[in-house]
């Protein structure tokens, strides 16, 4: 098990909770130029930001300073850094405010690495959702669980691996930043309730076998948060999914059915300064 003492768990605190927060600092850093600039930055965007920040950071770090550790708080962590802090990072646009932000160089930088191949390999919601649900298969169908609770490094692998999967499995479904690599709405559709139901069905799975040194009531309590958790969390996604396909859609068909306006002819001036209108001279017998 990993060590609880005081000074293990400050220095466990500190090397999984400083990341977060200098993300947290240099988003605000991006909020702060944009102010400065007369630009309006929504402030929902910020305290999205910081509230998957923080829930990543309580996710990485809570089951470590937690004693006894259980499955049950893993699970909470698991919910927390592969599905909930996901999409609150994703909707706070962090891609947009640093090409807002960073000077033109660097931002084109980095609008050169979005359109790279590598990147749009990774988002294609094909591999994303084989790094996301795969790697949670290979975590609760092996014994890989059971190693994570024994060694740090793995723990830190482990669950950076699960955040940074659920990032790309929610860019690839709901993407709010620039995205070059884009799928149609269709695809993006059929990949989420597929890998909700891939979900659900690794969660019945363990509800049914724990991984192994998982007591069975502690098992079943970690698979019904997965079950109902990730059930929220999915239809948080199914709305925005849904939300931006209305939208992208709607604008069109607004201006297809708008009705055109009738053009008025200039009118034409006499000889004599007068405004006249142009009539059809009467065809002849």
């Given at each position: 098990?990993?060590?609880?003492?005081?000074?293990?768990?400050?220095?466990?605190?500190?090397?999984?909770?400083?990341?977060?927060a200098l993300a947290a600092l240099l988003y605000c850093g991006g909020v702060g130029v944009q102010l400065r600039s007369g630009r309006r930055w929504p402030w929902y965007r910020t305290l999205s930001w910081l509230t998957g920040a923080g829930a990543a950071a309580f996710a990485f770090v809570g089951p470590l300073v937690s004693a006894p550790q259980g499955f049950v708080p893993h699970m909470w962590s698991h919910l927390l850094?592969?599905?909930?802090?996901?999409?609150?990072?994703?909707?706070?646009?962090?891609?947009?405010?640093?090409?807002?932000?960073?000077?033109?160089?660097?931002?084109?930088?980095?609008?050169?690495?979005?359109?790279?191949?590598?990147?749009?390999?990774?988002?294609?919601?094909?591999?994303?959702?084989?790094?996301?649900?795969?790697?949670?298969?290979?975590?609760?169908?092996?014994?890989?669980?059971?190693?994570?609770?024994?060694?740090?490094?793995?723990?830190?692998?482990?669950?950076?691996?699960?955040?940074?999967?659920?990032?790309?499995?929610?860019?690839?479904?709901?993407?709010?930043?620039?995205?070059?690599?884009?799928?149609?709405?269709?695809?993006?559709?059929?990949?989420?309730?597929?890998?909700?139901?891939?979900?659900?069905?690794?969660?019945?799975?363990?509800?049914?076998?724990?991984?192994?040194?998982?007591?069975?009531?502690?098992?079943?309590?970690?698979?019904?948060?997965?079950?109902?958790?990730?059930?929220?969390?999915?239809?948080?996604?199914?709305?925005?999914?849904?939300?931006?396909?209305?939208?992208?859609?709607?604008?069109?068909?607004?201006?297809?059915?708008?009705?055109?306006?009738?053009?008025?002819?200039?009118?034409?001036?006499?000889?004599?300064?007068?405004?006249?209108?142009?009539?059809?001279?009467?065809?002849?017998?």
């Amino acid at each position: 098990m990993h060590d609880h003492s005081a000074g293990g768990t400050s220095g466990i605190v500190l090397l999984f909770g400083l990341p977060f927060a200098l993300a947290a600092l240099l988003y605000c850093g991006g909020v702060g130029v944009q102010l400065r600039s007369g630009r309006r930055w929504p402030w929902y965007r910020t305290l999205s930001w910081l509230t998957g920040a923080g829930a990543a950071a309580f996710a990485f770090v809570g089951p470590l300073v937690s004693a006894p550790q259980g499955f049950v708080p893993h699970m909470w962590s698991h919910l927390l850094a592969g599905m909930l802090a996901p999409v609150l990072l994703v909707i706070a646009r962090p891609v947009t405010l640093a090409l807002r932000s960073l000077h033109v160089r660097r931002a084109r930088q980095i609008s050169r690495v979005l359109r790279s191949r590598p990147v749009g390999f990774l988002v294609s919601p094909a591999v994303a959702t084989l790094l996301n649900l795969g790697g949670m298969w290979a975590l609760y169908r092996t014994d890989l669980y059971e190693w994570m609770q024994v060694s740090l490094l793995l723990h830190l692998a482990v669950m950076t691996h699960v955040l940074f999967a659920g990032v790309l499995f929610t860019v690839a479904v709901i993407p709010f930043d620039p995205s070059p690599h884009r799928a149609s709405f269709p695809t993006r559709l059929l990949v989420l309730v597929a890998a909700l139901a891939a979900h659900n069905v690794l969660a019945k799975l363990i509800y049914a076998s724990p991984p192994d040194g998982v007591p069975v009531v502690d098992g079943r309590a970690g698979a019904l948060i997965m079950y109902y958790g990730g059930d929220v969390v999915d239809a948080v996604l199914l709305t925005v999914l849904c939300a931006q396909w209305y939208r992208q859609a709607g604008h069109p068909s607004r201006e297809r059915i708008r009705p055109a306006r009738r053009r008025r002819r200039p009118p034409v001036r006499s000889a004599r300064g007068r405004a006249t209108t142009t009539q059809r001279a009467p065809s002849g017998s």
